[in-house]
T-cell receptor, first 114, second 111 residues
Framework: NAGVTQTPKFQVLKTGQSMTLQCAQD?????MSWYRQDPGMGLRLIHY???????DQGEVPNGYNVSRSTTEDFPLRLLSAAPSQTSVYFC?????????????FGPGTRLTVT | KNEVEQSPQNLTAQEGEFITINCSYS?????LHWLQQHPGGGIVSLFM???GKKKHGRLIATINIQEKHSSLHITASHPRDSAVYIC?????????????FGTGTLLAVQP
């Protein structure tokens, strides 16, 4: 199994540009989520999904969109990049969150918005 | 005040020392996770606990539900243990399916 994969690893955007961060998992996990990690702060949940066709907002959803058309893929779209979105982004998956199943994280995408 | 607090924020140890990292939380939980993140690297799950104690190699994690406290111990520490250790809790109830993360403990083990 490849686990959780993310692309790209690094990205530089100009303010106002849009892009999609890709995330895929091959473990047939129902629960997938996107986090951002900023210095001095814990990981913060952007959006999550409990299954194909179902998504919901986390604590910092503004400026981001997600979709879940398949169990495997959970892309994160930045609609109009802003410098405040400079961060490291992690995608994660687990069988479910209800009983606190183990979380599997992707390698991260380091995004800089100038 | 954060719902998940870790201490210390930074820790420097000599190789071979016994290390303890603490996590306190203020919400009711169904599970607690300990995660490891190497510099510039991804995040790896070390333990998931809902009660008692778990051991994996030189790592031991304990949780006291009544006191809302967990500890991660590293025995015979090694420079390769240098990383950020993150505590995260799954709160029970509530409308949001999410983990609540601590800000992490940066551990440096010197040879």
């Amino acid at each position: 199994n490849a686990g959780v994969t993310q692309t790209p690893k690094f990205q530089v955007l100009k303010t106002g540009q849009s892009m999609t961060l890709q995330c895929a998992q091959d473990m047939n996990h129902e629960y997938m989520s996107w986090y951002r990690q900023d210095p001095g702060m814990g990981l913060r949940l952007i959006h999550y999904s409990v299954g194909a066709g179902i998504t919901d907002q986390g604590e910092v959803p503004n400026g981001y969109n997600v979709s879940r058309s398949t169990t495997e893929d959970f892309p994160l779209r930045l609609l109009s990049a802003a410098p405040s979105q400079t961060s490291v982004y992690f995608c994660a998956s687990s069988y479910s969150l209800h009983q606190g199943h183990e979380q599997y994280f992707g390698p991260g995408t380091r995004l800089t918005v100038t | 005040k954060n719902e998940v607090e870790q201490s210390p924020q930074n820790l420097t140890a000599q190789e071979g020392e016994f290390i303890t990292i603490n996590c306190s939380y203020s919400v009711g939980i169904s599970a607690l996770h300990w995660l490891q993140q190497h510099p510039g690297g991804g995040i790896v799950s070390l333990f998931m606990l809902s009660s008692g104690k778990k051991k994996h190699g030189r790592l031991i994690a304990t949780i006291n539900i009544q006191e809302k406290h967990s500890s991660l111990h590293i025995t015979a520490s090694h420079p390769r243990d240098s990383a950020v250790y993150i505590c995260a809790v799954k709160s029970y109830g509530g409308a949001t399916n999410k983990l609540i993360f601590g800000t992490g403990t940066l551990l440096a083990v010197q040879p």
